[in-house]
């Protein structure tokens, strides 16, 4: 690993779009690269045939028009869906839920900062009682990010308690925004999944929530949309974000994620770095992608 | 993901119209080969790994060395599932320690793989071995690794070495290198260095890995890996060998439903055993990988293998040949009724056999109410009778029945009830060994579940057309001698006895499908 790869697929479809036609082997490619960028055997499929399809009509030969056919129809699946964040509540909650090491601390502190750059004063409630200094290190993001935060009163608190702890202080301050962290949960375990919806009744409580966004790690495989059909039905999940953006992993699951449940994609992570957070756009993304 | 049916399921598909053929075509090999391909892509597997993969199992299932004992679809699962632990490493690697202590062990990978928390338990694991590990704080990137790291020592009981305060402060290479020579004079005989997380394209940070590998020199470098990755495994994996040469890999987060094709591409593509293997939060959860489970899960195979195994013992070709005969021949009695019933016996409880397939956690409510009683039951109202009256069921006047029905511990009217469906199943079987279209005569209405059509009709084509092939054929007939049974044991069908037991009693069609799936679909 001598150079920074950029994240894309660009490396992949170089070869297949320097070519002068298109030929058996550019298909082959094509379905090579997507099924690489973790796109799946279905969608990967389906692209494949609706370019081939399109190829057929349009009577190209050049390969160009297949990029540009290509990035065209990522940009059309990608942005059925509004990527909008609503946050007009006041405050407005948001919920971050994921499984575990997917970067949800780090996604609260940089979301924070990104608030708190455009004004808005933010709140984090530190609701993962669980991992060892989980705590602390989302208390390091929320001062790096000038947010402030709600702590545990004591080890292995309820998390619940401290949501709605976290809830009422906003209230009480008049803080616009509040985030609140929860410990990594894999979708197979019942019991702390049913702990999600006892967090979101609890908050429901004082305010209505705005946003529970679920955080998907870019390098996950397929089993990224058995977790999002886990997290919604147990977390209400209204967002997606994707996160380590900033490595060789091109996160194709999402696509199959948005399709299958209709969730947007709503933020992209791509680094460790406190400003590394960005709204997501379709075409950005798409563009980046294909190249 | 349930969305996707199973593999084996797929390959039943995919083999439905192969009955009768004795040796797999190009043509077939093929399809079934796209099924393993979207399996295994749908697991995760990376592409280049399923592509060398797929070739394999290709060449051997078109060479000779396929076990004719199996039907075509069994015998593809065994060639997968051969190749698979092959990739994976037949025995489990354990911990190579060093000759001097202390052992230094190192541990990498990217952000949120579970280094960390792998850390305490691996601690905790050597420790409960009588070793005295030192767990050493080099992740200095993460907000608050370091306390984490803390924490998790003082909850597994061991020592940590954590002299900077991390948060972006302190050179790592440094507290490593420190780290060897403060557990050497603690006395210390195990030292496991966590290092920050890091991306496989972050040249920087990967220098950085492969420094603190040059500083500690470590006897074990174990490549931390979520269990969840998808094709990025492979660009992971490479850069890690690269940066940091690992020298065994440990895989985590198993308890979620990921099918870990991961593993196999890590496997694959770097040549290092899998030695470990995380499966929980609790820091207990830590064992060593065992390649042939690994193997089954990511073809979502269940035990399929042990199931095939049992089968082939449990079927005596000769028998399931004479039993084929009899049909043609007419002479289907109750003995050998009770041979088949025997047999099917053999191969051990239902239930347990049942739990064995892929998919059979969904049907537990059904194994629950499958009864075993009623085959044994039906065994006893057969063995009551005498050898000429289970020869010729037409003896069976009303004296004898009572007798049998007292010998047994039954009524009358289950066993008037076995002998009618036992006379109308014979008549049926003898019109389709002769080749025709039977109209199930005595086939009557299934409670509940029912028989939906799809495994009948499978059942009369194959009694039609019987097989060249003398194994292939006594998989065919082992196959008729399973069709029979579950009705023996469905409350009110086939030979069963319906009595008190119409409510739920009957094997589903999922589970009679998937019985009849593994004898010789």
Redesign the interface.
């Known amino acids: 690993m001598a150079q920074r790869t950029p994240w894309s697929l660009t490396g992949a479809l170089r070869g297949m779009f320097q070519k002068q036609t298109i030929d058996d082997d550019t298909w082959d490619d094509l379905e090579t690269a997507l099924i690489t960028a973790d796109f799946g055997p279905d969608i990967s499929e389906a692209v494949v045939a609706e370019m081939r399809a399109n190829v057929a009509k349009y009577h190209t030969e050049d390969p160009k028009d297949l990029q540009r056919m290509l990035r065209e129809s990522l940009e059309e699946r990608l942005s059925r869906l509004d990527p909008t964040l609503h946050l007009s509540e006041r405050p407005a909650v948001v919920l971050v839920v994921g499984v575990n090491g997917v970067g949800k601390t780090t996604t609260i502190g940089k979301f924070a900062k990104f608030l708190h750059t455009h004004g808005r004063s933010v709140l984090v409630g530190a609701a993962d009682t669980f991992r060892a200094a989980a705590v602390e290190q989302l208390a390091t993001w929320a001062e790096r990010a000038g947010a402030e935060i709600v702590k545990p009163q004591q080890q292995g608190q309820d998390p619940a308690s401290v949501a709605f702890q976290t809830v009422a202080r906003a209230i009480e301050t008049g803080t616009e925004i509040v985030i609140i962290d929860t410990a990594g949960r894999l979708q197979t375990k019942g019991g702390l999944m049913d702990e999600l919806t006892k967090i979101r009744r609890v908050i429901e409580k004082q305010a209505p929530i705005a946003e529970v966004l679920l955080v998907l790690d870019a390098t996950t495989g397929q089993n990224g949309l058995a977790q999002a059909e886990a997290f919604i039905e147990h977390a209400g999940v209204t967002g997606l974000v994707l996160t380590k953006l900033d490595g060789s992993a091109k996160g194709g699951f999402v696509l199959a994620v948005q399709e299958k449940t209709g969730i947007p994609i709503k933020l992209v992570g791509q680094g460790e770095g406190i400003g590394d957070l960005t709204g997501f756009t379709p075409h950005v993304f798409a563009a980046q992608l294909v190249g | 993901?349930a969305?996707f049916g199973n593999l084996s399921d797929r390959l039943a598909e995919t083999f439905k119209n192969l009955r009768g053929k004795g040796k797999l075509s190009v043509a077939d090999v093929d399809g079934t080969i796209r099924e393993i391909?979207?399996a295994l892509?749908?697991?995760?597997v990376?592409?280049s790994v399923v592509k060398d993969f797929t070739h394999n199992v290709r060449e051997r299932a078109l060479g000779d060395e396929v076990n004719r004992a199996l039907n075509p679809a069994q015998q593809v699962v065994q060639i997968v599932n051969d190749e698979l632990v092959a990739i994976l490493g037949g025995e489990a690697r354990r911990i190579q320690f060093a000759k001097k202590p202390p052992t230094v062990i190192m541990l990498a990978g990217?952000?949120?793989?579970?280094k960390?928390?792998l850390a305490g338990k691996l601690a905790l694991w050597l420790a409960k071995d009588n070793h005295t590990p030192l767990l050493v704080a080099a992740d200095l990137?993460?907000?608050?690794?370091v306390?984490?790291?803390?924490?998790?020592a003082e909850?597994a009981g061991v020592a940590v070495y954590a002299p900077e305060p991390g948060?972006g402060v302190g050179n790592p290479v440094r507290v490593a290198k420190d780290s060897i020579k403060y557990a050497t004079d603690k006395q210390y005989d195990v030292v496991i260095v966590d290092t920050a997380g890091r991306?496989?394209?972050?040249?920087e940070l990967?220098k950085q890995a492969g420094d603190i590998r040059r500083a500690v020199d470590p006897d074990e470098v174990l490549f931390v890996i979520?269990a969840?990755?998808?094709?990025?495994?492979v660009?992971?994996a490479r850069?890690f060998q690269?940066?940091v040469d690992f020298t065994a890999v440990v895989l985590t987060?198993l308890?979620?439903?990921?099918?870990g094709?991961?593993a196999l591409s890590v496997a694959s593509v770097t040549g290092r055993p899998i030695i470990f293997a995380s499966t929980g939060?609790g820091l207990g959860d830590f064992e060593p990988f065992y390649p042939d489970r690994m193997a089954s899960r990511i073809l979502d195979m269940g035990d399929i293998l042990t199931l095939i195994e049992q089968a082939q013992e449990a079927f005596d070709e000769d028998e399931a040949r004479a039993v084929a005969e009899k049909f043609a021949t007419e002479t289907f009695t109750l003995e050998d009724f009770l041979k088949q019933m025997q047999q099917m016996r053999n191969m051990g409880s239902i239930k347990k056999m049942m739990g064995m397939l892929p998919g059979a956690g969904a049907m537990k409510q059904q194994l629950e109410n499958f009864d075993e009683g009623e085959i044994v039951r039906t065994e006893a109202i057969i063995q009551s009778m005498t050898i000429a009256e289970r020869r010729n069921s037409k003896l069976l006047n009303g004296s004898r029945r009572l007798r049998i029905a007292r010998g047994s511990g039954m009524t009358v009217t289950d066993v008037n009830q076995l002998v009618n469906r036992f006379e109308q199943a014979a008549k049926m079987m003898k019109t389709v060994a002769k080749g025709g279209m039977p109209n199930m005569p005595g086939m009557p209405p299934m409670p509940g579940a029912g028989f939906g059509g799809r495994p009948k009709p499978q059942q009369q084509k194959k009694k039609g057309s019987k097989s060249g092939n003398p194994a292939k054929r006594a998989a065919e007939n082992a196959a008729l001698a399973a069709g029979v049974k579950p009705q023996a044991a469905g409350g009110g069908s086939g030979f069963g006895l319906g009595a008190g037991k119409t409510k739920d009693g009957g094997p589903s069609e999922e589970e009679l499908a998937a019985l009849q799936k593994m004898l010789g679909r």
């Open positions: 993901m969305t391909r979207r892509l749908e697991a995760d990376a592409l990217l952000q949120g793989a579970g960390t928390t990137q993460r907000p608050n690794a306390t984490q790291l803390q924490v998790v909850q948060n991306l496989g394209v972050d040249a990967m979520d969840m990755i998808g094709q990025d495994a660009a992971t850069a690269e940066g987060k308890d979620g439903d990921a099918r094709g991961a939060e």
